[in-house]
């Protein structure tokens, strides 16, 4: 647990800089700081939380916003049922918070690192997503708290590394040849459905539908192959 | 804080939370089946489609800094020394104005 405690904590300083300035926005719509402390522990989903206070300030209804920001989550149904193997065995109490303080970030850095060493397992999850939600909770709430008295840091760059982290980790799970079609095409659709206005969170779906369909495609032919 | 403001927050938990447990039974009943070999393939999909979102549409400079983290990636297998290289190329592009 304090390996993956210790190797999320470049990623988790980067969420720490999206986590404040969602704490800035949430406070302009009057959520106090504890509020949202509240939100961020219980639902742990940045984009989500971003959408739905974004809407909600639009005066949307508040189950819409909800909704809104929800269905931007959809990925996870993917990311949480890939985790399937490294949670076979595991309480279900314990399983049930895992899925719950899993983001992007520690996901992938566990999965990157158990394609380096299958030892890699839950403990590794649960330590590095104790604390993603722990820095995204406190610093959200230190931006909803402290306010906008935080320079523009995007501009040197915070922002691309979580880019250059998931190409890393991209890297790590790089099986050979087999990869290059499913991955190209995860790729291309993906861009092209961004560059069509499609929200990004949607374009994931999208892409990685089209990845694993071609992924599924490649075993059949090769099993069919003499 | 007013009922709205404790009505988004529970309705958003919910339903986060809800997307998390279909995943985990979608993936037990996957694991089963013929298409188990899928959630193999699904990480490495759903990251690259990561990427891909963060830089379509992005300026030359997003995509040359993806370029060095890309080779440093490959040289290395090195997750913080990626990030390292590709932060160092955007801030470095990003200063002298490129």
Partial sequence: ?226 | MTTSHWALIAILAIAAFSIRLVGLIAGDVIRKSRLAPLLDDLPGVIIVSLVASSLAGQPVLTWCAAGAALVTAWLTNNVILTMLVGVAVFAGATLIGI
């Fill in chain 1, 1 to 226: 647990m304090k390996h993956g405690a210790l190797a999320i904590l470049p990623l988790a300083l980067g969420a720490a800089i999206y986590g404040f300035a969602f704490g800035i926005l949430a406070a302009q719509m009057g959520f106090p700081w504890w509020g949202v402390a509240i939100m961020s522990s219980a639902v742990h989903a940045g984009s989500s939380q971003i959408v739905a206070v974004e809407q909600f300030s639009g005066g949307e209804a508040i189950l819409g916003a909800a909704l809104a920001g929800a269905a931007l989550n959809l990925r996870y149904i993917g990311i949480v049922a890939s985790l399937s193997d490294i949670l076979r065995g595991v309480p279900l109490r314990l399983r049930l918070l895992a899925i719950h303080i899993t983001g992007d970030e520690n996901w992938a850095l566990t999965m990157a690192e158990r394609a380096k060493s299958p030892g890699i397992g839950a403990s590794f999850l649960i330590g590095s997503g104790i604390v993603m939600i722990s820095v995204w909770t406190g610093s959200t709430s230190l931006g909803a708290l402290v306010g906008s008295a935080l320079p523009d840091l995007e501009r040197f760059g915070l922002g691309f590394a979580f880019t250059a982290a998931f190409i890393a980790m991209a890297r790590g799970m790089w099986r050979g040849p087999q990869n290059a079609l499913p991955w190209c095409g995860s790729f291309l659709v993906t861009g092209i459905l961004v560059l069509s206005g499609v929200p990004k969170a949607y374009a994931i779906v999208g892409g990685a539908l089209c990845g694993i369909t071609l992924s599924m495609v490649l075993r059949r032919r090769n099993r069919c192959a003499p």
